[in-house]
């Protein structure tokens, strides 16, 4: 008598799906715009900045600013209250991209802003060489609750002294690229929102590559539309089993199927993370 044999159906996998939301990202005025004149031919040392302010309260962690030229003696940005009290200051002795760039010189700790005050961000440089785009600053520049004031409401932004002090004079309303790395407190009655569905689902063995296993529902609490990005938090996707697409987890298309999964339980953690894209800066 012959006999037979059956292969047994694999049991199919449970993932157990959470959820991280985090912090609103830095903040910065320009993103990575470009100026037209990267680098002005004035070689005397110079503090150049801007007038700027933050409708919502907040801590800048350092200084931008857009190098078109090199400096073998450094950097030194500051941040100053209206009136030319120094609030913070911090020094580089080199470049700290590969020019031309954006570069970023950090505080030794943040520094807290108040809501709707007006503050002068500055870098100081010893050879000159700064960027500077005439009339750019005539008009409200704005990125999310950050705004560079109006020239004409402050008496010029834009703002220089041939001096490694506090710069309180302006020329033709120019944007010499001062910026600030910005972000603001967060809100106790705001919060991100992560939710699954279905929140546990289940995958057979067979389930073909790019099956959806869940949506991915990110919410703010307040009704706020989520504007960022999704992602797996650390060795939450080992092996890359999983994908993500838009806002669905599926299983990976590239990867080694749901047969990886066969009879396990697999805890997956995905992150939303709320930032402002370059695209959103305003002008």
């Keep these: 008598m012959a006999i037979s044999k059956v292969k047994p159906l694999a049991a199919a996998a449970f993932i157990l799906l959470s959820g991280v939301a985090?912090?609103?990202?830095?903040?910065t005025i320009f993103g990575d715009a470009t100026p037209q004149t990267a680098v002005v031919p004035d070689t005397r040392p110079v503090t150049v900045g801007v007038r700027f302010q933050s409708a919502q309260r907040g801590k800048v962690w350092g200084i931008r600013f857009f190098r078109g030229a090199t400096s073998r003696d450094g950097y030194a940005v500051k941040l100053f209250a209206v009136n030319g009290s120094l609030l913070a200051a911090a020094k580089t002795w080199k470049d700290t991209c590969f020019?031309?760039?954006?570069?970023?010189?950090?505080?030794?700790?943040?520094?807290?802003?108040?809501?709707?005050?007006?503050?002068?961000a500055a870098y100081y440089t010893p050879n000159g060489q700064y960027a500077a785009d005439k009339f750019d600053l005539t008009?409200?520049?704005?990125?999310?609750?950050?705004?560079?004031?109006?020239?004409a409401a402050v008496g010029g932004n834009g703002v220089y002294t041939y001096s490694a002090g506090f710069p309180d004079q302006a020329f033709e309303n120019s944007n010499y690229y001062v910026d600030v790395a910005f972000t603001p407190d967060a809100s106790i009655s705001r919060q991100l929102v992560i939710s699954f569905n279905p929140p546990s689902p289940s995958i057979l063995p067979d389930a073909?590559?790019?099956?959806?296993?869940?949506t991915i529902i990110v919410t703010w609490s307040d009704g706020t539309p989520f504007v960022g990005s999704l992602g797996f938090?650390?060795?939450?996707?080992?092996?890359?089993?999983?994908?993500?697409?838009?806002?669905?987890?599926?299983?990976?298309?590239?990867?080694?199927?749901?047969?990886?999964?066969?009879?396990?339980?697999?805890?997956?953690?995905i992150t939303a993370t709320s930032e402002t894209s370059a695209s959103e800066h305003r002008r």
């Design 139 to 151: 008009n409200l520049r704005s990125a999310g609750p950050l705004t560079i004031l109006v020239s």
């Design 99 to 120: 020019v031309p760039c954006w570069e970023q010189v950090n505080f030794r700790s943040p520094v807290s802003l108040a809501a709707n005050t007006t503050y002068v």
């Design 22 to 27: 985090r912090a609103e990202a830095t903040l």
């Design 233 to 269: 938090a650390p060795h939450s996707n080992d092996g890359g089993i999983f994908a993500i697409s838009d806002d669905k987890l599926i299983i990976n298309p590239e990867g080694p199927g749901a047969v990886a999964l066969s009879g396990t339980t697999r805890n997956v953690t």
């Design 208 to 214: 073909p590559l790019g099956t959806v296993v869940a």
